[in-house]
């Protein structure tokens, strides 16, 4: 199972864009990247899934490149309710998800 | 539609009690998890079932965790006896389908577990 590594903690102000990025050098041919994110006393919530190039839907880009060597989870101009721990997960092993530490992000005024 | 509910939301016992924690998945998906936070520590994996069968219980830390999925609905965990290292926050997840790649998963807001 491929193993990723994010920064532990991020700052940010309301506004601004924020990219997370993400290694998974052993990713294998078949896996996804899928991130996740968890707001404080909440269960972690599906926020999106690429296998290359770029994905995007209503809450976040993400940023897949050609060796798929590491992904970039992209927040436009977050506010303070986008302040969570966002986790960055590669391939399946029969069915369940493995989590790293995940990256704190903290949105500030 | 209704998301994974989990109940207890929150849950105190002293040592040696038993405790049952109960999910409800998202109607209609066969697959259910169970995972667990413990202070400190990155959420991990504990079991899988699939309608009411159990696909992978490798992450169960031992045989004082008992998981049943009767009639392949709802889901408990019992924990009995209780011990203080299993204080944490258990999650529960269903998903629809489980492909090799791609599996998401929704979880409920998870049962905080006490045990003093």
């Known amino acids: 199972l491929a193993k990723t590594t994010q920064p532990i903690s991020m700052d940010s102000y309301e506004g601004q864009e924020v990219n997370i990025t993400c290694s998974h050098n052993?990713?294998?041919?078949?896996?996804?990247i899928t991130w996740y994110q968890q707001f404080p006393s909440q269960g972690p919530r599906f926020i999106i899934q690429g296998y290359k190039t770029k994905v995007t839907n209503e809450v976040a880009s993400l940023f897949i490149p050609a060796d798929r060597k590491s992904s970039t989870l992209s927040l436009p101009r977050v506010s303070l309710s986008d302040t969570a721990v966002y986790y960055c997960?590669?391939?399946?092993?029969?069915?369940?998800?493995?989590f790293g530490q995940g990256t704190t992000l903290q949105v500030k005024p | 539609e209704a998301g994974v509910t989990q109940f207890p939301s929150h849950s105190v016992i002293e040592k040696g009690q038993t405790v049952t924690l109960r999910c409800d998945p998202i109607?209609?998906?066969?697959?259910l998890y169970w995972y667990r936070r413990v202070m400190g520590k990155e959420i991990k994996f504990l079991l899988h079932?699939?309608?009411?069968?159990?696909?992978?219980e490798s992450g169960m830390p031992n045989n004082r965790f008992l998981a049943e999925r009767t009639g392949g609905t709802y889901s408990t965990l019992k924990v009995q006896p209780a011990e203080l290292e299993d204080s944490g926050v258990y999650f529960c997840?269903?998903?629809?389908?489980?492909?090799?790649?791609?599996?998401?998963?929704?979880f409920g807001p998870g049962t905080r577990l006490t045990v003093l």
């Open positions: 052993n990713i294998a041919t078949n896996d996804y």
């Open positions: 997960l590669v391939g399946l092993e029969l069915g369940k998800l493995i």
């Open positions: 079932f699939v309608k009411e069968s159990k696909q992978d």
């Open positions: 109607s209609g998906h066969d697959n």
């Open positions: 997840a269903s998903s629809q389908e489980r492909l090799a790649s791609e599996n998401t998963q929704y």
